[in-house]
């Protein structure tokens, strides 16, 4: 089987093969809408609400409200993340979605609301690579389509900027002192990426995420994320970003 796959494989044009050694998948296997998850609870949660679900390579597709969409998995961090991006973009997928977790910068926010990102601070060391460092811009009708599925729901969400960084044991009182002054409300680890590459590549890409901690109001990570409102945030999160990824017009 495994020699038929690696045939298989070499027959398939480059940017088909490089779909296939990332994703585990040919580029057709693959949704137009994708929602993007970093962590295992984000995915398995996101897989349980799809109907019809078939698992290909490292990427699951299905139904969500009779709509086609792909979950896939990028694993923690901007450098995988941006890995992820550009397969998708060879597949030649048109909106993505981020669903996960992310860290609060705002005493007024609980564990368990959801950040709407509307720009994302270049804080990690991928997107150097693509963009000068600051600020990136998340595609606003998938923003304001996040907030208006939030909003009809009833469920408490924020809309601003969030910080994204690589290392989740350094996120120091000057990080986060620089982070507030910049005026971000969040604090996660993957949609500065999403934002650069998907925005270089004419991918609408938004990102909703559920409340995990707060360190401002004492609120740690690691003494908040097994709590029940954190992982009811993290079923709306997901809910909202299905939910968005099937209304969006593509």
Known sequence: ???YA???ARLLPREARMVYAILGCRPGKVEKRVLLTATKIATQRAVQMLERVEERGETFRGYYEGVPVSVVPTGIGCPATAVVVE??????????????????????????????ADKAYTGDGTTKHYVKEGFVEGDRSITQLLSKCASERNIRFHVGHVWTTDALFRETKELLEEAIGLECIGIDMETSALFTVGGIHGIKCGSIMSVSDNPIAGKHLFNSITKKEVFEGLDL???VGLEALSRISI
């Open 87 to 116: 397969a998708l973009q060879m597949a030649r997928v048109r909106a993505i979605v981020r669903s996960d977790f992310a860290g609060a910068l705002r005493r007024n926010i609980r564990l368990g609301d959801l950040l709407v």
């Open 6 to 8: 690696i045939r298989l």
């Open 237 to 239: 999160a997901v809910s």
């Open 1 to 3: 089987m495994l020699k």
